[in-house]
């Protein structure tokens, strides 16, 4: 019993350590100066646009990485096909990339001197320090993430109840959408809200590709480096709350996922 119990407070204490006295600091320091100067820090013009953005950056990307995920689970698990284990291995590439070197990359493929940046220009499209380039930044560090929830519930639920759905006469679509579908859709679930996460809280692609400009391209991410570097320490606490509270409220959803899973 003591045994047990010192564990659970090393691990207490550890998570007290790492994460509760620090979301304690920031919402300390956002309130610090009252209520109303927090409020007034992100209800500035450039606070909203950047939290727009971000929401509007998270709202584009998981749709989209949401649709790719269960179209390569699918192909990876219920096809055989040639090239198949080395498109599952690129599909771990965010995890192991650097978001800056993401940055880089897009700079370097899409930037003005880079290998189609010059003939986007030509052609009137603008891809680097603007939107598309951010967005590309984002949907590629958060790819990974429904794909590989699904792949292991595809893997576990098996082929059983799609076959008996052929063998009624089902197309390959209606067993999708009335067999499949239902069947992972806890994994696809997780997958999202990890993506959701994990787009709201990027910062070193869209940092390297955005050109941090304010009430433009700048994510509330970098809002948050843009007030502390102007020794704005109230909007910078301010605007780290709110993307506290938005991790806060992807923790939560989470969380009621796994007990309606339970139940």
């Keep these: 019993m003591r045994a047990r119990a010192g564990l659970r407070t090393i691990v207490l204490a550890y998570l007290a350590v790492l994460l509760l006295l620090p979301v304690a600091f920031v919402f300390y320091k956002t309130f610090e100066h009252g209520l109303g100067a927090a409020w007034q820090s992100v209800t500035t013009p450039d606070a909203r646009h950047a939290f727009w953005l971000t929401i509007e950056l998270v709202a584009i990307t998981v749709p989209l990485n949401t649709l790719f995920g269960v179209v390569a689970a699918v192909a990876i698990v219920r096809r055989r096909w040639r090239g198949r284990a080395l498109f599952n291995a690129l599909l771990d590439l965010p995890f192991a990339v650097s978001p800056v070197v993401v940055g880089l990359a897009l700079l370097l493929v899409y930037g003005r001197t880079g290998w ?3 003939w986007l220009a030509q052609n009137g499209w603008r891809i680097v320090f603007s939107f598309p380039a951010m967005l590309l930044a984002t949907v590629f560090v958060s790819l990974p993430f429904v794909v590989r929830e699904t792949i292991p519930v595809l893997r576990e639920v098996g082929t059983e109840q799609e076959q008996a759905a052929a063998t009624l006469g089902a197309g ?5 959408w009335r067999v499949t579908l239902p069947a992972i859709r806890w994994g696809v679930a997780y997958g999202v809200v990890l993506t959701t996460a ?11 590709v955005s050109g941090h400009i304010a009430g433009q391209t700048e994510t509330l991410t970098l809002h948050v480096q843009d007030r502390f570097e102007a020794f704005d320490l ?8 709110v993307l506290a509270l938005l991790a806060l409220v992807t923790l939560l959803s989470m969380n009621l996922l796994r007990r309606k899973e339970a139940v």
């Design 198 to 208: 994990r787009a709201l809280g990027e910062f070193g692609a869209v940092s390297v």
């Design 234 to 241: 109230t909007g910078a606490y301010a605007a780290s709350l």
């Design 116 to 118: 189609f940046g010059d």
């Design 172 to 176: 390959p679509l209606q067993t999708f």
